[in-house]
């Protein structure tokens, strides 16, 4: 539960904060397909889920910040095993929208995780591998998006990792080790 905490108030700091014309709050959620630079092997398709709050500046410009779980990792073999290192995280992006026509933005920003878990899977067994992987991540994130009604949106985002994940006691892995996932997704205003 403690975990929890401080993305919850850093998410509540940043909407109550927010000096913008109108508040919506919504749901969002769709496919991950993540990888870990420094590691030989596939994709691994996950998932994101969550909350956002999006804040109109003005007619071409708004603020969104979300809080949201994240399920990143990669794909990987050792001889002719084949794993699975999952990651799961709670993220804080911070996105600056552009609406250079009404239906349509682009979007950049920072982006804050807090590592919740890591496991090393192979054929059933699952063993924790935490002590090996920093809590906090942190990567700049950038996308775009089409609004199909006011409230239904689809969008893409590609985050990519500006801090090494790994920590210097993990003899697996090679030092500089970041996060990077491709989102697609489906936004859901709550008018």
Known sequence: MKK???????FCLVAYGSQAQKLTPGIKGGLNIADVSGF???NRLSGHVGFFLHSKINSQWSFQPELLYSGQGQQYW????EYTLALSYIQIPLMVQFHPVKQFYLEFGPQIGFLLSANAKNDGNKSEVDQYFKKVDAAIALGLGFQVTPMLGFYARYNAGIADISKDTNPFLYRDNYNRVGQIGVAISLK
């Open 78 to 81: 050792v001889g002719r095993d």
């Open 4 to 10: 929890y905490v401080l993305p919850l108030l850093l």
């Open 40 to 42: 030989n092997g596939d």
